[in-house]
């Protein structure tokens, strides 16, 4: 899986104590791996359809050119068309008929082994003045998926509006949407293979969205606040 590395600076109003700090970066790291490895999921399942399909349609296309060759016999018993018929719905079956369990595959994955040694998320820069922040380096898209989930909960914690129980409880389905928005793309991507909804929504929890909720909570105790875009 080829990847463009980015940076993400996160304003910090405090570092911690050592077990905060500890638990932050563990939290930071775990957050990109897992939403690294789910996007490296999405695309090797792509591929592999694509594969899938070619052998398939290498095969229909070898079977109908034998199925020519053998109707123009005069003994030919059956229905040409028939034949044409079986060989299709055989290969379009085939083809669409192969999905796994999306639970059972992220069990088995490997993340010291699916994230690459270049794309490993390194600390790039720190500043350990009030307020200060964490740089980080990494793949783009987890990095971007980070940067837009602190941007937004950050704002949101902001707004006043959201004082409220109603206007809180709102809110925070306004930020599932969003968070569904930015792997959007993956989660179309999964719905053409044939994956149920609930497959797909209960992937996307274990995947994306609980480990950004672990680094949320970091904001929840102001030690970080949102991505520094400048």
């Not at 957050?31 to 591929?47: G, K, M, W």
């Not at 070898?62 to 020519?68: A, G, I, L, V």
């Amino acid at each position: 899986m080829e990847t463009e590395l980015t940076s993400l600076r996160i304003k910090a109003e405090r570092l911690g104590t050592i077990p905060e700090v500890t638990t932050f970066l563990t939290d930071l790291e775990t957050a990109y791996n897992s939403i690294y490895a789910f996007n490296f999921l999405v695309d090797t399942l792509e591929q592999d359809r694509h594969r899938r399909l070619r052998q398939f349609a290498e095969h229909f296309h070898r079977y109908r050119k034998y199925w020519k060759e053998f109707s123009d016999r005069k003994d030919f018993p059956f229905d040409p068309f028939m034949y044409e018929m079986f060989f299709e719905e055989y290969a379009l079956s085939r083809a669409k008929g192969f999905s796994p369990n999306l639970l059972e595959l992220q069990s088995k994955i490997d993340i010291e082994k699916v994230v690459l040694p270049s794309d490993r998320l390194v600390i790039s820069k720190v500043n350990i003045q009030s307020p200060g922040f964490w740089e980080v380096l990494g793949s783009l898209n987890p990095l971007q998926q980070i940067r837009e989930y602190l941007k937004d909960r950050h704002e949101r914690q902001k707004d006043k509006e959201f004082r409220n129980k109603q206007e809180k409880e709102k809110g925070e389905l306004d930020l599932e949407e969003q968070r569904n928005k930015i792997i959007s793309q993956r989660i179309d991507i999964l719905k053409s293979l044939g994956h149920s909804e609930t497959e797909i929504r209960q992937l996307v929890m274990v995947m994306v969205t609980q480990p950004l909720n672990r680094l949320g909570r970091h904001q929840d105790n102001n030690q970080i606040e949102g991505p520094d875009e400048q």
